[in-house]
């Protein structure tokens, strides 16, 4: 099941609720076979059905990053940090968590991935660019509280220097209500090592604060 698990959550990645017909033309299998898959991610409790309505749990969404393991531990992520000038790099999310927010490139590391080769990798994939890796310089964990910690990263700031410019944003000019609170902290402030907590209401980011 592990496939047609991994499917069904990339699904509710871009969006909050869906109707069996919706998941059915999606996942393009039987209507049997679909209903055995939501069976049993509902037995598991990481799905409930409401009104033919199908949406992630509490337990669901805190699995929504990791997509398909069911860890629990904060998960490892690299953010790319290409600034010149006081400028900066800045791509809109198009995915939950934080979907709609400016934000730096960032993603998970891979098994064999250094933190050079994971930056340059994400900088290839999500900007179609190509960087020189200069250090990691800041590292932040940061829980996102919703009745209880929702998500929780690692994040490991990877300051990158780029040869085009021509996309970058002006630091002083970026709008802080419509960026991820986190990743505007780390544009702006050069503390090393941090901690950092925030809420997060049906999408809705609020109450950033650094805790140590």
């Known amino acids: 099941m592990r496939k047609e698990r991994e499917a069904i959550f990339r699904l509710f990645s871009t969006k909050n609720s869906l109707k069996f017909t919706e998941i059915e033309k999606s996942m393009k299998i039987r209507s049997n076979h679909l209903a055995y898959y939501l069976s049993s991610l509902t037995k598991e409790g990481l799905l409930y059905k409401k009104n033919k309505i199908y949406r992630l749990t509490k337990k669901g969404e805190q699995q929504l990053p990791l997509i398909s393991s069911k860890a629990s531990s904060p998960i490892p992520i690299v953010l790319v940090n290409a600034q010149n000038d006081g400028k900066v790099l800045l791509i809109k999310r198009d995915k939950r968590p934080y979907k709609n927010y400016l934000g730096l490139i960032g993603g998970k590391m891979k098994h064999d991935e250094t933190f050079e080769a994971c930056a340059l990798r994400l900088l290839k994939e999500k900007a179609n660019l190509t960087g020189k890796f200069k250090r990691i310089s800041s590292v932040m964990h940061e829980q996102v509280?919703?009745?209880?910690?929702?998500?929780?990263?690692?994040?490991?700031?990877?300051?990158?220097?780029?040869?085009?410019?021509?996309?970058?944003?002006?630091?002083?000019?970026?709008?802080?209500?419509?960026?991820?609170?986190?990743?505007?902290?780390?544009?702006?402030?050069?503390?090393?090592?941090?901690?950092?907590?925030?809420?997060?209401?049906?999408?809705?980011l609020s109450e950033f604060r650094i805790t140590s």
């Open 145 to 204: 509280i919703d009745e209880g910690v929702k998500h929780s990263f690692i994040l490991f700031l990877a300051d990158v220097e780029i040869e085009d410019k021509s996309n970058l944003t002006p630091i002083n000019k970026l709008n802080k209500e419509k960026t991820i609170p986190s990743d505007y902290f780390l544009i702006t402030n050069k503390s090393k090592i941090t901690t950092s907590e925030m809420k997060d209401k049906k999408g809705k």
